[in-house]
Structure formats: structure tokens, C-alpha cells
């Protein structure tokens, strides 16, 4: 039998290289010195770390690819919204076993600030849980209650801030250089003036600007997204060896995925949009190794809603390759989905997914249709052009469509954050809002309802097919409308993100469970099948790629993925007309039958078309 001296000196052998590497790429001759330092911080956590986790641990070890498989399916919600505290969570997870979830992300769960926090996002002590939704006890032994279930614990890690009254903050305003320089500080405006010629402003109609003036601090402080939320100086090696200390305390704790907040921003150069620097996906390399040498059940997910070019890195590129964070979310495929709903054409989403690289095939995306976060129209100008359209005018026609403005639209928007100098204006609502379910109860129509409900069965389909975790986000699975109740709460009134964060309605849930008839329970028992499809489908291991495959048809989005086990041919139709597709273009793949997975049925492709009924996904492999 090897022994943990042994285990953890052969973990360390394996990627203490890693680690010195990225090290020495954010802290060149500092690295030395900040290795040692670590190694006997991390073997300090390993010696701590539970039996339990050490053979979770060994397990995933043999099981790598445990993130990528299909029958990994996210769940993401606030534990006080969901279920009142940790303690409810764990008295809903039969609700979660029924969607056959694996993944659970409790959203901001650590101590955040008192009042204002940017819903949890301003952490006072990521040692200790908010106190409304119990203790650290707690969190461990949901985690332990969760893995016994087989559903993992995810939760935020929040780089490049801290609350305001976080001790370090409070001890740099008290003075204490040492914490002084955890933070970027300045006596006058004249560096800040120099950075504010390239930053862009994350919320610029109640956080203008990125340098707030601390008159305790005597400084004008670094704070990119509020004033109470302070930007750490990740340059300063003794805020890497901090981090690395609360990752392993939280992974001995229980958590399994770290959602890694705001790590785009977490290294500043003069001149830049200080996104995406070099430094970043060191500074992520060296984490994951200090995780894999301790904790290597554990996986981290990059929350980097960049560009497609920029996010590619955060699942490693060049010598990064498959050494940054195990997951990211794919933005761009939610942005298109929306697109695409709202134009009836697929030929932006098609250039937006040819264009993007291929991620390493040990990685994951985390596909999404809806999450706590407003909706930014992210695509590119150089995209757009591909798809014969002007990207300006196309990102200011889905903010109105999905605002409600445009002439016959389904949605029920609300306009976050409007720009005026670039007219960006980013869009918040829930799933069944924004898909036309609100606008179809309104008007009693059954012909808008049936769509309505179509659309939001098409989005779960994309997301479920795509390859890599799709993440289901609280009260999407019953269609849940947006909740207008936030604008009674003073600390959330003046944030309408707040509409699509409404408290999970159990009461719906049991409707829905009790009469699929319903528009929640249709929505529900459509999602709860199309899940269990996806995992008998080996096609959809995250390893293999969805490539764009053209459709003949712009309503229809083809996506085709190429396992050794046969070939799986996505189509998906984003208009409420019916399509008559050519069956040229699945012949050729698939043969002169094809089963469709999702109903079952077999088609013959012998005709020269195939009916799609509208906003219907199929998923096709060959008969």
C-alpha cells in the first residue's frame, strides 16, 4: 500500500512543474521562494483532508473525464431562493434527482457585505457562510449529503474583488502596508486617469468609472464593478499564496467546482482593457496545480464572458493547453440561441460557430440558456459581417426585440444598464419571459402559448446537445415568469436583474408534477425526457466537438458530432413556420434511414424532404 507521504510526493513530482511554471510567469524571480511557501501550505491541507474526499480523489483520478460525460447535467440557483438555507437544499434533492442533475451551483454562498452586495458578489469572508443561510457546518455537511447523492457541490470564488469589509480592506484603511499592497491604491487621480482612458465601464448607470475615492483609505481606490467591492493586485504574490489557502480550505470543506468570478479582470496593465492578460491564465495554471496536487477531485470553471478569441485561453491554449480551468461557459452559444429565436435565421449563429476554435478535448463547456446575470449581446462586428448583417444595428435589434419595443415580439424584457455613448443595452428576464410565455398567458392565446412552450423546450434541447455540462438555471425547468416583486426589496429595487431571480415556486412544482397538461408541466416533462436521452447518448461526451454543419434551410441550425460510436446530427428549427428540409444533407451522413432519438420514431431520408414542425429539435443517428 502507498502511503499519503508518498501520494502527495508523487502528485507534486507530477505538477509542482505546472506550478513553478506559472509562478514564474505572473512573479518571475519571486516564484522560487512562493513555491516552498505553498508546498507547505498545500501539505498542510492534504494532511487534512477527509478520508471521504481522498477517495473521491482517487476515483476521479481514474475517472477524469467525470465533467465531461453525458449524463452531467448542472443545476444553478440561490440556496435561499431554492430552498431557504443549505440545510432546505438538502430537502429538495429528491427534486433535483428527478432531472437527473450531477452538478449543483449554489450561487453566492460566503459572508458577503451588509446592504448593497451585488447579490452576494461583494464577499466579506470566504471562510464562513452568510449567516441567513447557516454555517460552514453546514455547507459540509450538504456537500457530504450532496456526493452520497452523486451531485457535486459548485460554488463562487470571487478573484479579482473583496466587500469593502473584508479584514484585509479594513487593515489596509487602518494603514497596514501589508495589506496596502493587496490592493491597488493611488494618492491622486493621475494614474487612475491614465487606466480610465482604456477601461470600459461594467455598470455605467450606478457604478461610473473604476476608482472611487476611500477618504479612510486616503486613496482613490481600483473598483471595476462598485464602489464597495475593492480589486485585489493580483502582481502581489502574497494574494496568490491567500487564494490558494481558501481554495484548499473550501475543497476540504466539500466544495468540488469552483467558479472562478470575475477572473478576467484579476491582472491590471497600463494601457489595456486590463481583460485577458497573459499573467490571468498563469496565475490559473499555478491554482489548478496546487488543486490537482491536493485536491483533485476538484475541477475549476472559468467565469470569462470574453470574446470567443480571448475565452478560447481559459481552457488553455499553447503551452496552457488543457491546464487552466476544466470548464467555461460558452456565452456566445447563449447569445446565439437568443439571436436566432428573435431573427429566425441561423446563419450568424452558424459564422459564430465555425469561427470559434476548438477547445482541448480534456475540457468542458458549461452550455446555458439563462442565468443569474443580464444578457449582453456579444456579438461581433467581424461575425456579423460573415453573416451579411451590420453588427451594430443587429445588437440594437435584439435589445429592443427582447425589451418588447419590436414590432411583433413574444418577449418580456427589461433594459439593464444602458450605455448611451455605444447605445449598448443588455437585457434581463427569465427563460419563459423572454421566450413568449408571459405575452401568451396575457393574451389567453393557445396558438402563442404552444410556442411559447416550444421555444423554451428548443433552448433546453440546445443546451442538453452541445456537448459539455448544460446548466439549468432555478425555475427555468417549470417556466417560471419574471418577478416584478424585486422592486419592493430596497436592497435589490434599483438592480432589475433581480426580475429573473425569483423564488422557486414549489407550489408550481407540484402542479407540474401532478398535470403535464399545464404549461409548467409540459415544460417539465419535456425537459426531464430529453435529459434522459441525453445520457444513453455516448455522442454527447464533451470530448467531441459540435461543428456547424450548413443548413440548406436558414431557419434550421444543423450541428453535427462525429463519435466513434456513429454519428449524431442535430437540427434544430428556430421559426414557428414548418420546414421542409432537404434530406441531401443528412443522407450523406447518416444513410437512408435515421432514428430520431429525442421521440423515437424512424424516419426514411429516401424523400427528397423532412418535415421539421416549428421550433422543433431533433436529435438523429443513423437507423
Known amino acids: 500500500m502507498v502511503d499519503e507521504d508518498t501520494t502527495f510526493q508523487l502528485r507534486l513530482d507530477r505538477y509542482g512543474p505546472d506550478l513553478l511554471s506559472g509562478l514564474a510567469g505572473a512573479y518571475g524571480e519571486a516564484a522560487p521562494q512562493l513555491f516552498e511557501r505553498l508546498t507547505s501550505l498545500m501539505r498542510s491541507a492534504f494532511a487534512a483532508r477527509s478520508t471521504d474526499l481522498k477517495v473521491l480523489d482517487e476515483a476521479r483520478l481514474l475517472s477524469p473525464d467525470w465533467v465531461q460525460r453525458p449524463d452531467a447535467v448542472g443545476y444553478v440557483c440561490y440556496a435561499d431562493r431554492f430552498a431557504g438555507s443549505l440545510a432546505g437544499v438538502a430537502d429538495r434533492i429528491d427534486h433535483l434527482k428527478s432531472l437527473g442533475v450531477s452538478y449543483l451551483h449554489l450561487m453566492p454562498l460566503l459572508r458577503p457585505r451588509e446592504g448593497e452586495n451585488d447579490g452576494g458578489y461583494a464577499v466579506a469572508d470566504y471562510r464562513s457562510v452568510d449567516p441567513r443561510l447557516g454555517s460552514m457546518d453546514d455547507l459540509t455537511a450538504l456537500a457530504t449529503t450532496l456526493r452520497g447523492q452523486g451531485i457535486s457541490l459548485v460554488v463562487d470564488l470571487v478573484l479579482n474583488h473583496v466587500a469593502r469589509e473584508h479584514e484585509w480592506a479594513v487593515r489596509a484603511r487602518a494603514g497596514e502596508q501589508k495589506y496596502r499592497d493587496y490592493f491597488h491604491i493611488f494618492a491622486d487621480r493621475t494614474e487612475p486617469d491614465a487606466y480610465e482612458r482604456t477601461l470600459p465601464e461594467i455598470f455605467p448607470d450606478f457604478a461610473p468609472g473604476s476608482f472611487t475615492w476611500d477618504e479612510e483609505a486616503q486613496g482613490w481606490v481600483w473598483t471595476t464593478f462598485n464602489s464597495y467591492q475593492w480589486d485585489l493586485n493580483w502582481a502581489n504574490p502574497d494574494v496568490f499564496a491567500e487564494f490558494a489557502d481558501l481554495l484548499l480550505f473550501l475543497a476540504n470543506n466539500g466544495v468540488e467546482v469552483f467558479r472562478l468570478d470575475a477572473i478576467a479582470f484579476t491582472w491590471k496593465v497600463l494601457g489595456t482593457d ?38 478560447i485561453s481559459y481552457l488553455g491554449q499553447g503551452k496552457h493547453f488543457g491546464k487552466v480551468s476544466d470548464l467555461a461557459y460558452h456565452n456566445s452559444f447563449m447569445v446565439q440561441l437568443w439571436g436566432a429565436l428573435a431573427s429566425r435565421h441561423t446563419r450568424l449563429f452558424e459564422v459564430a460557430l465555425s469561427n470559434f476554435p476548438d477547445k482541448p478535448s480534456s475540457t468542458s463547456w458549461a452550455t446555458y440558456a439563462r442565468c443569474h446575470d443580464d444578457i449582453g449581446w456579444a456579438v461581433s462586428d ?27 415580439s413574444f418577449a418580456r424584457g427589461l433594459v439593464f444598464q444602458h450605455n448611451p455613448i455605444n447605445n449598448d443595452r443588455r437585457i434581463s428576464g427569465t427563460m419563459a419571459s423572454l421566450a413568449g410565455l408571459e405575452a401568451a398567458l396575457e393574451h389567453g392565446d393557445q396558438g402563442q402559448l404552444s410556442d411559447a412552450i416550444a421555444r423554451v423546450n428548443l433552448l433546453h434541447t440546445a443546451i442538453l446537445g452541445f456537448g459539455g455540462v448544460p446548466l439549468l438555471y432555478m425555475g427555468d425547468e417549470i417556466g417560471q415568469l419574471n418577478d416584478h416583486s424585486y422592486l419592493d426589496e430596497p436592497e435589490h429595487a434599483a438592480d432589475n436583474r433581480w426580475v429573473h431571480r425569483p423564488r422557486m415556486d414549489w407550489d408550481a412544482v407540484a402542479a407540474a408534477d401532478a398535470d403535464p397538461g399545464t ?17 444513453r447518448l455516448p455522442q454527447l461526451h464533451a470530448s467531441i466537438e459540435s461543428r456547424v454543419l450548413p443548413s440548406p434551410d436558414s431557419r434550421v441550425l444543423l450541428l453535427t458530432r462525429n463519435h466513434p460510436e456513429g454519428v449524431l446530427i442535430e437540427a434544430y428549427n428556430f421559426s414557428e413556420d414548418a420546414v421542409e428540409l432537404p434530406t441531401y444533407v443528412l443522407r450523406s451522413r447518416l444513410g437512408d434511414s435515421a432514428v430520431e432519438q429525442i421521440s423515437g420514431y424512424d424516419y426514411s431520408l429516401a424523400p427528397e424532404t423532412l418535415l421539421i414542425r416549428p421550433y422543433q429539435p431533433l436529435w438523429l443517428t443513423a437507423g
Open 519 to 535: 404549461p409548467g408541466g409540459r415544460i417539465l416533462a419535456g425537459l426531464r425526457h430529453t435529459i434522459g436521452v441525453r445520457k
Open 274 to 311: 486590463c481583460q485577458n492578460e497573459p499573467q490571468v491564465h498563469e496565475l490559473t495554471q499555478a491554482l489548478r496545480a496546487v488543486l490537482r496536487i491536493v485536491a483533485p477531485a476538484c475541477a475549476l470553471k472559468a467565469e470569462a464572458i470574453v470574446g470567443p478569441q480571448d475565452l
Open 382 to 408: 467581424t461575425d456579423a459581417r460573415g453573416a451579411y448583417l451590420e453588427g451594430h444595428t443587429h445588437r440594437a435589434f435584439l435589445s429592443e426585440f427582447y425589451a418588447g419595443l419590436y414590432p411583433g
